[in-house]
C-alpha cells in the first residue's frame, strides 16, 4: 500500500479559481514534505518543501500546509491560470534517504 | 532550466538489448537519484549516489545497474530489456545525500521505449 495518498486523482477547474488539493501519508519517522509540479513529459519542479515544524508555505500563487499530527497536507492554487495545468506530487521523505511519492493530481485549468 | 542534463533524450530498442542513460548533475551536485515513471505510474525511486558512492536503493530491478564516476556524472544501464521497461527515466541531483530538506533538481528525462 502506498504510504503517500493524494486527492483528487484529477480536476478540472475555471480559470481564475482557486483548488486545494491533498496529501495523506502514512510515512514514519517524518523528515519533510515536499510537492512538486510536473508538466507532462517534463521532470518535476519543487514548489515548497515543509518540514515537521512548518505549518505553511508560500511560492506565489500556490501555498501548501501541513499538519504532522495528523499527517495531512493540502496545496492550494490561488488565482488558477492556463500554465497551472499539471501534475501536482506530494512527496514525504523518510529519514535521510528515502523519498516516498504519491500518484499525483492532474489538474487541468480551461479558460 | 534546471541545471541537470540527461541524454539520450529519446532511446527506442527492441527487447533483450541493453541500454545506458546519462545523467550530469548540477555543478556542485554530489548527489545523483535516478527515478522511473511509467503511464500507469507515479515516480518510482530506483537508486541514489553519492559522491561516488551507492547510498540507497529503492524498487530497482537486478536488470539494472548504475554508477556515478568520478567526475559526479551517472550512467544507469538496463539490460535485457522487456516491455514494461518502456518508461520516462529522470535523473535528479541534490547538493548532498541527506534527504532531510535537500531540494532535489530533476533533469528533463529521457524516454525509452522498448518495442
Known amino acids: 500500500k502506498n504510504q503517500v495518498e493524494q486527492s483528487p486523482q484529477s480536476l478540472i477547474i475555471l480559470e481564475g479559481k482557486n483548488c486545494t488539493l491533498q496529501?495523506?501519508?502514512?510515512?514514519?519517522?517524518?523528515?519533510?514534505l515536499r510537492w512538486y509540479k510536473q508538466d507532462t513529459g517534463r521532470g518535476p519542479v519543487s514548489l515548497t518543501i515543509?518540514?515537521?515544524?512548518?505549518n505553511t508555505k508560500s511560492n506565489g500563487r500556490y501555498t501548501a500546509t501541513l499538519d504532522a499530527d495528523t499527517k495531512q497536507s493540502s496545496l492550494h492554487i490561488t488565482a488558477s491560470q492556463l500554465s497551472d495545468s499539471a501534475s501536482y506530487i506530494c512527496?514525504?521523505?523518510?529519514?535521510?534517504?528515502?523519498?516516498?511519492f504519491g500518484a499525483g493530481t492532474t489538474v487541468t485549468v480551461r479558460a | 532550466d534546471s541545471g541537470v542534463t540527461q541524454t539520450p533524450k529519446h532511446l527506442i530498442t527492441a527487447t533483450g538489448q541493453r541500454v545506458t542513460l546519462r545523467c550530469s548533475p548540477r555543478?556542485?551536485?554530489?548527489?545523483v537519484y535516478w527515478y522511473q515513471q511509467s503511464l500507469d505510474q507515479g515516480l518510482q525511486f530506483l537508486i541514489h549516489?553519492?559522491?561516488?558512492?551507492?547510498?540507497a536503493k529503492g524498487n530497482i530491478l537486478e536488470r539494472f545497474s548504475a554508477q556515478q564516476f568520478p567526475d559526479l556524472h551517472s550512467e544507469l544501464n538496463l539490460s535485457s530489456l522487456e516491455l514494461g521497461d518502456s518508461a520516462l527515466y529522470f535523473c535528479?541531483?541534490?547538493?548532498?545525500?541527506?534527504?532531510?530538506?535537500?531540494?532535489?533538481?530533476f533533469g528533463p528525462g529521457t524516454r525509452l521505449t522498448v518495442l
Open positions: 496529501c495523506n501519508y502514512t510515512v514514519s519517522p517524518f523528515s519533510n
Open positions: 515543509m518540514t515537521f515544524s512548518e
Open positions: 535528479a541531483s541534490s547538493v548532498d545525500g541527506r534527504g532531510r530538506v535537500n531540494e532535489q533538481f
Open positions: 549516489y553519492y559522491n561516488g558512492e551507492e547510498r
Open positions: 512527496v514525504v521523505s523518510e529519514g535521510d534517504y528515502k523519498l516516498s
Open positions: 555543478s556542485g551536485d554530489l548527489s
